[in-house]
Nanobody, 124 residues
């Protein structure tokens, strides 16, 4: 069983930055890939970024490439999403999740455990 808790969301102006954190419970955090997704009002949940258990593989949605960066600290059981050059269209609830597998997955269906989400609002 894994529990995920996100933090770091908030209100920021366009062009600004935020860093989201997701802390996991459970001793096997370091064995699994981690991902970030987001869901805007009236839209489906979409993939944002993912990182393999070994830090060796990352994937990003085209819409965030070059602006967002995913990283993890296995000693702290924490995964981060650094978001720079934020745009109003980045406004959404952001969720971290794990597929309970070591390799990167990019579909929501592949993920078994989800956090409660943290709101990110980017004003124009």
């Amino acid at each position: 069983q894994v529990q995920l808790v996100e933090s770091g969301g908030g209100l920021v102006q366009a062009g600004g930055s935020l860093r989201l954190s997701c802390t996991a419970s459970g001793r096997t955090f370091s064995s699994y890939a981690m991902g970030w997704f987001r869901q805007a009002p009236g839209k489906e949940r979409e993939f944002v970024a993912a990182l393999s258990w070994s830090h060796s593989t990352t994937r990003y949605a085209d819409s965030v490439k070059g602006r967002f960066s995913i990283s993890r600290d296995n000693a702290q059981n924490t995964v981060y999403l650094q978001m720079n050059s934020l745009k109003p269209e980045d406004t959404a609830v952001y969720y971290c999740a794990t597929p309970m597998r070591p390799f990167v997955m990019i579909t929501t269906q592949a993920y078994n455990y989800w956090g409660q989400g943290t709101q990110v609002t980017v004003s124009s």
